[in-house]
């Protein structure tokens, strides 16, 4: 099940989304607790220093800045600090004497405290010795708190606070030092609980969870139809391949998109379509090099049956029979020694002798013995080189075999008095360029394009009784292809035609 690319890329997008989910969410919540404990504590501080100033003539409560904050006042003996006041009731105010006696809180002990704003906060005042003197959740006092680590490090002069877990929940406390003219007076404690926090974090908990869910419902669903987007075309290309593999090769598949998948299914059609070629091809060549073989073998046993049949005892007859054997022989010694230069171009294994070609003296060279060919057919050959022109990286046998194949054609298909001429130029790209222009009979449009095919005739009738196989076009434009050239053909029914290719310079 693993081993499927639809399955890899579900959980895959599953896997990042609930990554992405789950990372964002743990960020997401850790930083809401750290701030709303911290406007907890900030607000807990506000309060401590309020009630500080609001019960306490002169009193400063140690602690952490916090912003936007107030200067507290003892007027009317109620403080507010945004939406935060103190109401303190039964206080009897001190004389003068025992107002500079800062040390004694003992006008504290009938006091009570209420806090506003809707909040739980429990406000406890202590004396120096850690003696709860005011507590606005319970009337009695004189309870001693010494013993606690948060009391002790504020009787120490430290600011401090903790968040514990109670059976109702999880409470905050803080304990400020108060002090009078740097004179440690007594401590301010405070605590609430955080059932606000618990419900907010509770809620937003739920939310992200809630949220997760439907993204990974539609991020599966979306991830569900990019997979089936992705695998049903490779699908369809392993059915496909597997028809190819079976011998099938008109196998098509639908490549419209415009992505990797679809580019891929572009080159399956074409290898398709180059395949089915292929094959044809084969199939022709096989055809065509067996009707090529069957022609002279035919000949040749029919001659020699006859011979044996007592034509051999007529000189005459016998030496015209044994005439055409020999020339059948010839022919089917060119036809196979062609096919083997096409099979080594086919595989790479012409094994070229190159090394830099005078194509000047080449061309003169291969012109001069096709010479008596030209004058047999009352033709002219003609060699034009320019007065620089470039020699080619090639190998001059091969070089030669293609210029004679190109001007046996040529004197082939022109007419008595007619001008054969060849050209050795500088081509485009400075690389080497040879024309054979004839006077013939040109080539038929639509025959153009097909030259080139093997055992392809534009003229069958004529070209078999002329001997030619269809196989030298073939050939030379498989040796110039070997090469690095190119070959072309422009023909003119009628008035001729001109052959160029092109080789690469030394």
């Known amino acids: 099940m693993w081993s499927s690319i639809r399955v890899r890329l579900m959980c895959s997008h599953l896997a990042a989304i609930i990554l992405a989910m789950g990372l964002s969410g743990f960020l997401l919540l850790s930083f ?277 049949a007592g034509a051999v005892n007529d000189p005459g007859v016998r030496d015209s029979f044994l005439a055409t054997v020999e020339n059948e022989t010839d022919r089917l010694i060119r036809l196979v020694h062609d096919l083997l230069t096409l099979s080594r171009a086919d595989s790479a294994a012409l094994n070229l002798r190159r090394a830099p070609v005078d194509l000047a003296m080449l061309v003169t060279a291969t012109a001069d013995r096709l010479i008596p060919q030209a004058e047999r057919r009352d033709l002219v050959l003609r060699v034009e080189a320019a007065s620089r022109a470039p020699c080619a990286w090639a190998d001059s046998d091969r070089v030669a075999q293609v210029l004679t194949n190109l001007l046996d054609n040529a004197l082939k298909y022109s007419r008595p008095g007619g001008l054969v001429t060849v050209r050795v130029d500088t081509g485009p790209d400075h690389d080497t360029l040879i024309q054979v222009r004839d006077e013939g009979i040109g080539i038929a449009d639509d025959d153009l394009p097909r030259i080139g095919e093997r055992f392809y005739r534009a003229d069958k009738a004529r070209s078999r009784a002329q001997g030619g196989s269809g196989l030298g076009l073939a050939i030379a434009q498989a040796l110039v292809n070997a090469h690095g050239g190119h070959l072309w053909l422009e023909s003119q029914e009628g008035v001729g035609t001109v052959a160029s290719f092109t080789l690469p310079a030394a």
């Open 32 to 308: 809401l607790e750290r701030y709303f404990l911290q406007a907890t504590e900030d607000s807990l501080i506000a309060q401590a220093r309020i009630t500080a100033g609001a019960l306490i003539p002169g009193a400063m409560a140690d602690g952490p800045p916090v912003e936007d904050e107030a200067p507290p006042y003892n007027t009317i003996q109620q403080q507010q600090l945004r939406n935060l006041y103190v109401q303190a009731e039964n206080i009897a105010l001190p004389d003068e004497q025992l107002a500079l006696d800062n040390a004694n809180l003992s006008y504290l002990d009938n006091a009570s405290l209420q806090l506003g704003a809707q909040l739980e906060t429990r406000i406890r005042i202590l004396d120096a010795n850690g003696v709860v003197l005011v507590d606005s959740h319970q009337p009695e006092s004189g309870e001693s708190l010494q013993s606690d680590s948060l009391v002790a490090q504020a009787l120490a002069g430290n600011y401090a606070s903790r968040t514990t877990e109670t059976g109702q929940g999880d409470v905050m406390m803080l304990a400020l030092p108060a002090r009078v003219e740097d004179q440690l007076i007594g401590v301010v404690v405070l605590s609430q609980p955080l059932d606000d926090v618990t419900a907010v974090l509770h809620d937003l908990r739920m939310w992200w969870g809630l949220s997760t869910a439907i993204a990974l419902v539609l991020s599966g669903a979306v991830g569900l139809l990019l997979s089936q987007a992705i695998t049903r075309p490779l699908r369809r290309l392993t059915a496909a391949a597997g028809a190819v593999a079976q011998g099938n090769f008109d196998q098509q598949v639908s490549a419209r998109s415009k992505d990797e998948i679809g580019q891929l299914g572009r080159t399956f059609n074409d290898m398709t379509t180059r395949l089915q070629a292929a094959r044809q091809m084969q199939v022709d060549f096989v055809a065509n090099v067996s009707h090529e073989l069957r022609t002279p073998l035919t000949a040749v046993k029919g001659m020699v049956e006859t011979l044996r």
